[in-house]
């Protein structure tokens, strides 16, 4: 029974087999068919769409085509008209550079031609000149120098006048400038004066003081004088002495030495001695002082302590009478003020203004006049050629910078003004008969008057020798050699005198 079943199992199964193979044939088949049918239905659509887009592409080139040649057209016209443009230009090129070439040659006919005229002339005018030397028995040199003698007679007095209107007119502009300039400068720097004279006098607090100074036999006297280098002088003035000497600096070391004794009381060498090197340690401390006290009036810096002691030094010196010291401080601001006005270096002025007469504080002790040695001290302190052309140029006539020309004039107004510095007698009269017997030196001069304190000379000349041209030359060549003979403080001014008189009586 149970084999019969398995075997019924089989069959079925067997069955149930066949006929699920058949349905999937006929399935696959029926599948089969439709997408045979789908593909060739498409392949149909594709080679309908093929010959639309081939169609398409063909009108499109063909209309392409038609647009090139177009074109093609145009850019050959344009090309064509381009063409004959320049073949007109070509031609009108041509057409001038013939025209050009013709010109040429014509001018080249006509420098030829101008040549030859030229040649001609010249033959004639060496012919002419030939007959002109022949008549009038002259050379061609001669003849000139007659015309021109000539000619010189005729315009010399005309020239005078108009050289004398030309310099007159921008002298007084330039004067009137330079006055303007200078009197504001000298309104704006205002000081005293003390001229410095040659002997100071000690203050004693009694006349039995005298007699302990000059010690036993002189020889407190004596010894102060040798350790000092000065005189004193014990005269019947009460209650004080004099000290003498030129040096500024071994007065004042006198009279310092004088004033430890008076207050000490002992007095004799011993302690003169140690007066003595304390006053130079207080001078030495008083130098110092008044180098940096004249730098800070003035306002600049930047200066070696070693030239600061060097311009305190000039403290203790003076220059006809005027305090070297005082008139470096007066120059360095006027300097200051002139450069402001004329738009220059301020503080450059100031320096070269402290700085100008730094030779004079050790001329004594080097050989040379004070404008080199101050050159050569500026120098080794590394000073800047700025500084260094006022120091060495300030008493030039032409100096070479404008602040040493600043310097120069306000060394002058300094030096200049009444009774900044004193002068002997003897030395006035000497520069008066100085200025004279250089104006004699000339020919053709009558008289010399110096006038003016010096300041201006009048020159009479004869008349019948020195004419208008000749005055006006020998004024010049007189201010110039007093410029290179004298030294003068300020200028000098020469005054040529030609005066003609003619008298007749009637009768």
Partial sequence: MEYLSYVLYVVIAAGGFFIGYFFYKKSSSAKIGNAAERADKLISEAKIKEKDLLLKAQDKALSIIEESKKEEALRRNDINNLQKRLEQRETSFSQKLLDLQEKQQKLYDKVSEIQEIKERIKAVKEEQDAKLEKISGLSPVEAKEVLLKNVEEKVASDLVVRINKLENNSEDLLNDKAKDIMALAMQRMVSS????????????????????????????????????????????????????GFSLIRRHIAKKTLDYLIKDGRIHPTKIEEAVENAKKDIAIDIKKAGEEAMYEVGVTGFDPKLVQIIGRLKYRTSYGQNALKHSIEVAHLAAMLAEELGADVTLAKKGGLLHDIGKAVD??????????????????????????????????????????????????????????????????????????IALTF??????????????????????????????????DIAKKIENELKYPGEIKVNVIRETRVTEYAR
């Fill in 193 to 244: 004066y003390t001229v410095e004279l040659s002997t100071t006098t000690v203050d004693l607090p009694n006349d039995e003081m005298k007699g302990r100074i000059i010690g036993r036999e002189g020889r407190n006297i004596k010894a102060i004088e040798q350790m000092t280098g000065v005189e004193i002088i014990v005269d019947d003035m009460p209650n004080a002495i004099t000290v003498s």
């Fill in 443 to 476: 020919e053709g001069i009558e008289k010399v008057y110096a006038i003016q304190a010096g300041r201006e000379i009048r020159v009479f000349v004869q008349p019948e020798m020195i004419d208008d041209l000749k005055a006006y030359n020998l004024a010049r």
């Fill in 364 to 437: 004594h002790e080097v050989q040379g006049n004070h404008t080199e040695i101050g050159r050569d001290i500026a120098k080794k302190f590394n000073l800047p050629p700025e500084i260094i052309a006022p120091i060495e140029t300030h008493h030039n006539d032409k100096p070479a910078t404008l602040i040493s020309v600043i310097v120069k004039v306000a060394d002058a107004i300094s030096s200049a003004r009444p009774g900044a510095r004193k002068d002997s007698y003897e030395n006035y009269l000497q520069r008066l008969e100085e200025l004279e017997k």
